[in-house]
């Protein structure tokens, strides 16, 4: 019988390891069963490392898929990966959720916990749902949002293949639903991205607010501060006094610096709707305090996931994305 408990006051569930009990040990299916309930599973005494994960998430994946940005592991599987890069705070987000690749479970598990903090949040994106406002559902069901953003050699390389040629790459992208692309001169390739912000999970159906518009909009938050930065210190400057209106070369890279996020239209997704949603996302945060040999096993078109900031560089969190066996 598996020892089941839950975390906080949430859907998720905790798996409690009964005297030593290896993970691949546990019933498959009942495990399945227990996720598409909870969508959001985590594993504790179980003393988890990489290679167990590997093994485990194999009994219920198809196929698995990277993230472009962390660091591969060292390892046979070349899915597995650190996501350890940085030590800020990690905003609410769903894995790959602003491209076509977007996987059905992440699976995190833990090698060293920070000493202090580095838990990783997550939210409950049917819930989330729920509690917007009227005027904010028929917004997001009435437009779609659009992702813009800008893939290098070896970004692109990394996620298709390193193998991978321009001309495989432009094959692969004219094939997918949604997506708008251009290749420049040194051949990274400019993307958008459009899609629903509203997601029917994967073994209910149920709407979910499960997107990535909250870290893209911060970044996006980023790139104006820098641009009213660059245009105050050059109107107090010496040759800006002198000169007066901005040498041609700065207005050209002010204006082609894109906003990453927006509707589809190109209207933006105001402050107003932000606030709300960070409201509720700050009301129903869910916290995992790591231990070491944990794992989790989260569903990417339900659960928002994200990190509070740490300071301890030992900390290690492994990775890895996978689509389900159908």
Not at 105 to 110: A, E
Request: with cysteine; proline share 4%; glycine share 6%.
């Amino acid at each position: 019988m598996i020892n089941l408990a839950t975390v906080e006051t949430t859907d998720a569930k905790i798996i409690f390891s009964a005297q030593g009990e290896n993970i691949l040990s546990l019933p498959t299916q009942e495990i399945l069963d227990l996720f598409n309930s909870f969508g959001l599973l985590l594993f504790r005494g179980f003393g988890v490392n990489y290679e167990q994960m590997v093994e485990f998430s194999g009994k219920f994946s198809s196929k698995y898929v990277r993230d472009p940005q962390r660091q591969i592991v060292d390892s046979p599987d070349k899915f597995i990966q650190l996501v350890d890069n940085g030590t800020d705070y990690v905003p609410p987000h769903c894995e790959n959720a602003v491209s076509p690749f977007r996987p059905d479970v992440v699976w995190f598990c833990c090698a060293v916990p920070a000493a202090e903090n580095g838990e990783t949040l997550f939210w409950d994106g049917v819930q989330v749902w729920k509690e917007l406002s009227e005027q904010s559902k028929q917004l997001f069901l009435s437009k779609k949002i659009k992702f813009m953003f800008d893939f290098d050699v070896d970004s692109w390389k990394l996620f298709f293949g390193s193998d991978t040629t321009i001309d495989d790459a432009k094959r692969s992208l004219s094939e997918l639903e949604g997506i708008n692309y251009f290749i420049r001169d040194d051949q990274s390739i400019h993307m958008e991205y459009i899609c629903s912000s509203v997601v029917k999970t994967r073994t209910s159906g149920k709407e979910a607010f499960a997107n990535s518009i909250i870290p893209w909009y911060q970044k996006q938050g980023t790139w104006e501060k820098i641009k009213s930065s660059l245009l105050d210190t050059y109107s107090s400057s010496a040759f800006g006094k002198f000169f007066g209106s901005l040498p041609q070369f700065l207005v050209t890279y002010l204006q082609a610096k894109p906003q990453t996020v927006t509707f589809e239209d190109g209207s933006p997704i105001t402050d107003v709707v932000i606030d709300e949603i960070n409201t509720i996302m700050n009301r129903l945060t869910g916290v995992i305090p790591w231990q070491t040999g944990d794992m989790v096993m989260i569903d990417n078109s339900r659960f928002l996931h994200g990190r509070r900031a740490f300071k301890d560089t030992r900390r290690q969190i492994y990775s890895h994305l996978s689509y389900l066996i159908n």
